[in-house]
């Protein structure tokens, strides 16, 4: 939950938290609270309270010298993540199109999904699905497994073929409201990397040694 009423904290959370989903803080680095304290222009006690609250949502993790450090992937937690992803994503789709029977409903969300290059767009598609949903813990929870995701999905293409196109196959089936085909697009898509999981965490390993 944030605190308004402690706006340097809040940013002091945002910015440790956008470092580690967008990797510039890899799976596994050590984070020295006062090193980042000296980063943000700030004191250690607000540092050390982002990690703690980082923590508790699973993208942080003590070390055993007592500190902290970006939590890693394994190739269960990996395994058990896509597991979970995609049986959220099925449970938000609706089990018909709204709207007049057999004509698509406009695509809203999903028609920006390709625009800004530097977003994950993969990531994007799926907020979408489950915004569909209508149920704010579900939107939460998704939210939060993207996060979560989002170092694996920067890596995916190097494990993967046709990355890039799956996002532009997905953005088609949101746009035409092709349930039959979102519901097989998402268990394919998962499919793909849960049998590949193994080698996605060996890459993982690798980027966080360089």
Partial sequence: MIDNRNPGRNRIYR??????VS???RMGEKLEAPKLADRYNTSVTPVREALFRLMGEGLVRSASDGGFQVQPMT???LRDTYHFNRDLLLMSLPRRIRGE?????????????????????MA??????????????????????NELLAATRAVEPLVLSRVEQETLEIAEHLRNEDLISLRRFI??????????????????AAQSLE
């Fill in 187 to 204: 268990k394919t898509y998962h499919h793909r990397r849960l049998t590949k999981a193994a080698q996605i965490v060996a890459e993982l």
């Fill in 75 to 77: 190739h269960k937690r």
């Fill in 15 to 20: 910015e440790i938290k956008a470092s580690i």
């Fill in 101 to 121: 029977a057999g004509r698509p409903t406009p695509a809203g969300p999903a028609e920006h999904i390709m625009e800004d290059g530097e977003r994950d767009a």
């Fill in 124 to 145: 994007s598609a799926f907020n979408v699905i489950f915004a569909r949903s209508e149920n704010m813990q579900i939107v939460l929870v998704g939210r939060h497994l």
């Fill in 23 to 25: 990797s510039v803080y």
